[in-house]
């Protein structure tokens, strides 16, 4: 896409996602690079900017990440963040050194409003520190331009060569002025237009879509899910009847999800798709038995998938194309845009098998984030209900049931999800709680019923709030809730006798449980 595009060059810090997020909410197309990619190709994307994030190095040591003191020279605007930052002052001669102080948490920063970075920025101003280096003495040709009580180098520019530095983490919410600061960098420093817009991005996918395919035939791995949904509806805009969407119900899917799927994008609903549903739920359940290890059950579950396309492809015809509903974050975290390490290996990246039989794949929101992806899907009228629906990963159930997954497991933790999600509701909870479910812990455990003795399984309620699901607190639900929660899943499924509530916060948790 010919975009303007600034460029996050990844040192492996723990906010790069949102830094490139921050980007976009300024209306600046931004994509994640890590440091260890060339100049040349660097040069070649011909960037209006490029910020450096941060990262846990310390960069004087040996081996450390770096980059070549050229980058800085390719005229363009240079913004380095807390590491990134110590990384331009050192690479340009200035000092980083281990500091006297250690600065962790909101901290007052005194700004030169004088510089382009803080124009319309309070002159003190709270901002978030997270480090144990600090830079002794800018490198030469740059003014220091903000200070704290233990940092006197919390921000310098070289101005004339738009080269900026912040200690600090702008990216971070605690900054208060954090994004106007990015944006005085990426729209007026770097003089971005701020074209990154969604209705515009749809169109031009559209059209992108249609050029790239062609008379070509279409397949669509439909999960009814937000991401794939969009995909779906961008594709069925762009192709119409080329497209055919199969829905693969692997059994791992929430109570009725099935048909709730069919409902909207059947025969029956408003999209007027080649429809196909495959009821694979045997086949899922065989390949998993035996199975604990959780990447290997992501494995299996995505292998699978591929291969009930494949023979649904098979039946079709010859199919040129086949669309995934990937987002950025997946891209990002199966470790294929920056540096993150391989958290998990999300089933539409990481797991795709080497021989699938199609001649390309199209992911129409591989750069998107996830409120970007609902963006699109409101600007292509998909309903309300479903741009925000519960995300719900491609693995399913499969991944919030704790070791083996087996048939009967599935009934108990949609039978518990189902009645969560019900008292959820009847709460009028349901919008203000990011992402919420039940998993099946592997874990049983003795219980008394009537005067019986049990030995059942404990089932673990999860709810989160998040911005953007890199991140993440849990919920606090109303005690009430939760007991009636409780009680009503001891008494309605069969084969639990213990709830517990999930309190932990990503990280070091994450929001799935495998
Ligand atoms: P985690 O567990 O990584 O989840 O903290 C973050 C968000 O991603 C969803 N998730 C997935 N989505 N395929 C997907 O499409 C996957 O393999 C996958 N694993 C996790 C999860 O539901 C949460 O919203």
């Not at 990440?65 to 002052?89: D, H, I, S």
């Not at 994008?265 to 959780?294: D, M, S």
Request: aromatic letters at 8%; proline letters at 4%.
């Amino acid at each position: 896409m010919n975009q303007e595009k600034v460029l996050v060059i990844d040192f492996g810090g723990q906010y790069n996602q949102l830094v490139a997020r921050r980007v976009r909410e300024c209306n600046v197309y931004c994509e994640i690079y890590s440091y260890r990619t060339e100049l040349e190709a660097i040069r070649a994307m011909n960037p209006k900017g490029i910020i450096l994030t941060g990262g846990p190095n310390s960069c004087y040591e040996e081996n450390s990440p770096t980059y070549q003191k050229e980058l800085f020279a390719l005229g363009v605007p240079v913004l380095g963040l807390c590491y990134g930052a110590q990384v331009m002052m050192h690479v340009l001669g200035g000092k980083v050194e281990k500091a006297p102080v250690r600065e962790y948490g909101k901290t007052e920063v005194r700004v030169n409003q004088d510089s382009p970075l803080f124009a319309d920025v309070s002159q003190d101003t709270i901002c978030w520190m997270s480090h144990f280096d600090y830079i002794s003495r800018p490198a030469p040709g740059f003014a220091v331009t903000a200070h704290t009580a233990d940092c006197p180098v919390a921000a310098a520019e070289d101005r004339e060569n738009n080269l900026y530095a912040v200690q600090f983490h702008p990216e971070v919410l605690h900054t208060l002025e954090g994004t106007k600061i990015l944006y005085n960098f990426v729209r007026n420093i770097c003089g971005c237009a701020g074209s990154w817009r969604m209705d515009s991005f749809v169109e031009q996918s559209i059209e992108e879509i249609r050029n790239r395919v062609g008379s070509g035939k279409v397949l669509c791995a439909l999960s009814g899910g937000v991401d794939s949904s969009v995909a779906a509806v961008m594709l069925a805009k762009a192709i119409g009847n080329q497209l055919t969407c199969v829905f693969v119900d692997h059994g791992l899917l929430r109570k009725q999800e099935g048909d709730e799927v069919e409902a909207v994008f059947g025969p029956e609903g408003p999209y007027q798709l080649n429809f196909i549903r495959v009821n694979a739920q045997e086949r899922f359940y065989k390949k998993l038995a035996g199975v604990t290890e959780p990447e290997q059950k992501r494995k299996i579950i995505g292998e699978e998938f591929i291969r009930v396309f494949e023979e649904e492809a098979g039946k079709i015809g010859a199919v040129d194309f086949l669309v995934q509903g990937t987002i950025y974050p997946d891209v990002v975290e199966s470790g294929l845009g920056g540096e993150s390490a391989v958290i998990k290996s999300h089933h539409n990246v990481g797991g795709l098998p080497d021989c699938v039989d199609f001649k390309e794949i199209i992911e129409p929101l591989r750069n998107l984030f996830k409120d970007e992806v609902r963006r699109a899907g409101l600007e292509l009228g998909i309903p309300e209900t479903l741009v925000y629906r519960q995300p719900f990963p491609g693995p399913g159930l499969g991944i919030r049931i704790i070791g083996e997954v087996t048939g009967e497991k599935v009934r108990i933790v949609q039978d518990a999800d189902a009645i969560y999600r019900e008292e959820i509701a009847r709460a009028g909870l349901g919008r203000t709680i990011g992402q919420y479910f039940a998993a099946l812990t592997n874990m049983r455990s003795v219980g008394v019923m009537g005067d019986e003795r049990t030995y059942d399984y404990a089932v673990a309620l999860r709810a989160v709030n998040t911005v953007d699901f890199m991140t993440a607190e849990s919920a606090e639900i109303p005690w009430e809730v939760l007991q009636t929660v409780m009680s009503r899943i001891i008494n309605e499924v069969r084969g639990v006798n213990r709830v517990f509530y999930d309190l932990t916060s990503k990280p070091p948790g994450t929001i799935e449980f495998e």
